[in-house]
């Protein structure tokens, strides 16, 4: 349909190909004339992505469906198949290890839509303990930390356990606790996400997806059912690897030497080799925190006190 080569028959899709390479504009619609008419409604429009690939392919060579010799195909496929087997049985153990019984819409929906806002979650934390004087956020007790805001009360809290928030005499209900419990799990996928939640959520069903983004930022699924980051010399198991990524404001620092102020150089490259950008990082995020892990150090709220509502109906 291109102007520029209208009228012209082509016996096969690789001799349009060829004619293809030579077409400066493959988005001319101009039909010849300037200026460049806008698109009408009728207009089939390719993507900038679509518009790439199809200039991609066209470099490459166009190919006719029939001069494809399937017994070729077929021969290398077979010859391949022996030296993937071992491969594809230890990605296979890697992805079952990391897999998570995730219920579709329903996980989805709780992520987008049931984590509660910032002002109830500060709430929360003053019935346990928080304070906010001066124009500073403190801890409970005679704690000498004071933080600038309820950003960085959450961090420090994320940091250094939950144990420092007063659960003795707490009269929130387990509903109340849970809701805090899946606010602070996702923290800092929330803080850290301009992506859509869905594409992340696709991402993350894929379990084979999750041991590349892992082994993106420094941490190697062994089959023994354990995760190794490599630049700690540390091995976790799947609830200390789910709650280090919740609780770890940039991922990437699993790729870093703990006794080092500065990143290494050989880090420096693995970042800038790791490829992995705000979806996958959010999908990663999401498989940590739909993958049914109590936080750590935030006791059950099952046990924690006696619910509010319970006391009062006592009275």
Not at 47 to 69: F, P, T, W, Y
Not at 164 to 177: A, F, I, Q, R, Y
Not at 196 to 205: C, Y
Not at 283 to 290: G, K, M, N
């Amino acid at each position: 349909a291109l102007p520029i080569l209208q009228g012209q028959r082509f016996p096969s899709l690789s001799t349009l190909g060829k004619a293809l390479v030579r077409v400066p504009d493959l988005e001319d619609r101009t039909r010849g004339e300037a200026p460049r008419r806008r698109a009408r409604k009728d207009d089939h429009i390719l993507n900038k992505h679509q518009m790439m690939a199809l200039r991609l392919c066209i470099a490459e060579g166009l190919r006719d469906e029939e001069s494809v010799d399937m017994t070729l195909l077929q021969a290398s496929k077979e010859e391949a198949s022996p030296k993937s087997s071992k491969h594809s049985s230890h990605g296979e153990s890697c992805a079952n290890i990391v897999g998570n019984s995730v219920s579709g819409t329903h996980e989805i929906d709780k992520v987008m839509y049931e984590i509660i806002h910032h002002s109830i979650a500060l709430k929360y934390l003053q019935a346990l303990g928080c304070r906010y004087s001066s124009n500073k956020y403190h801890l409970p007790g005679s704690s000498d930390v004071s933080l600038e805001n309820q950003n960085q009360l959450v961090e420090y809290l994320l940091d250094n356990g939950f144990h420092l928030l007063s659960w003795k005499n707490c009269t929130l209900t387990v509903e109340e606790l849970k809701s805090l419990e899946l606010y602070l799990k996702n923290f800092h996928a929330r803080q850290r996400s301009d992506s859509p939640t869905g594409d992340a959520f696709d991402l993350m069903k894929d379990t084979n997806n999750i041991v590349k983004y892992l082994q993106a930022i420094g941490v190697t699924v062994r089959e023994g059912g354990t995760f190794f980051i490599d630049a700690w010399g540390e091995e976790y198991d799947k609830a200390g690897i789910v709650n280090k990524i919740i609780k770890t404001k940039d991922l990437f620092t699993f790729t870093e030497e703990k006794s080092d102020t500065h990143t290494p150089r050989k880090t420096r490259q693995a970042r800038s080799d790791a490829a992995l950008g705000r979806k996958e990082l959010l999908a990663l995020r999401l498989w940590a925190i739909t993958a049914g892990i109590p936080l750590e150090t935030f006791p059950d709220p099952s046990e924690v006190g006696r619910p509010a509502k319970l006391q009062d109906d006592m009275i």
